[in-house]
């Protein structure tokens, strides 16, 4: 199995945790806790702070900061200078770091550049959220997400490609995964095949 990565300039402090096979690129700092999973890709200039959970073959770009609270399953996108906050209400003369409030990103979710993820929020399975685009409230699995906030404008599959609802079904077109809506809820009726 391949040894983890860490370029000349990262800092990845004692008590952190990588898997075989990541790579941890220019300027980033993981601190100790944090756990990242096998195959990720810290870009440039990427902080993952304690009490962090990269899954599996996480991609995160350049730019991104993944403070405490922030759990991340496998497969997901975080494109470049998105960010993830940790408190509702920030003031800098008063520590709230009992109030940091936990986000989910679930299974192959992708997130776009430059878009803002309130904490305290889940982002559903393979959703797609917009490149700057504020999600202030969860995100259902298969969403695609766009605005300030942001608001649901469509689905996509687990392929990324966006689908067409025709009598609450829709089948993609690139990959063949069918799909059905239950109760607002977009479910896979075959393995999705990403």
Not at 94 to 115: D, F, M, Q
Request: net charge neutral.
């Amino acid at each position: 199995m391949t040894e983890a990565f860490v370029h000349a300039s990262a800092y990845v402090d004692a008590g952190a945790v990588l898997g075989a096979g990541t790579k941890v690129w220019h300027f980033c700092h993981v601190m100790p806790g944090a756990v990242i999973g096998a195959d990720c890709s810290l870009g440039q200039n990427t902080v993952v702070m304690s009490g962090t959970l990269l899954g599996r073959n996480v991609k995160v770009q350049n730019n991104v900061s993944i403070y405490e609270g922030v759990e991340i399953e496998d497969d997901v996108f975080c494109g470049p200078s998105m960010v993830f906050t940790n408190v509702i209400n920030p003031r800098s003369h008063v520590s709230r770091k009992h109030e940091y409030r936990r986000t989910l990103v679930r299974r192959g979710a992708s997130i776009g550049a430059n878009a803002t993820i309130v904490c305290g929020v889940t982002l559903g399975e393979y959703c797609l959220v917009g490149a700057g685009a504020v999600v202030t409230r969860d995100v259902p699995a298969y969403a695609l997400v766009t605005g300030v906030p942001a608001r649901q404008r469509g689905w996509v599959c687990a392929c990324g490609e966006a689908l067409r609802l025709d009598g609450g079904r829709a089948r993609c077109a690139d990959c063949g995964t069918s799909y059905t809506l239950v109760a607002d809820m977009l479910v896979p009726e075959t393995e999705p095949r990403p």
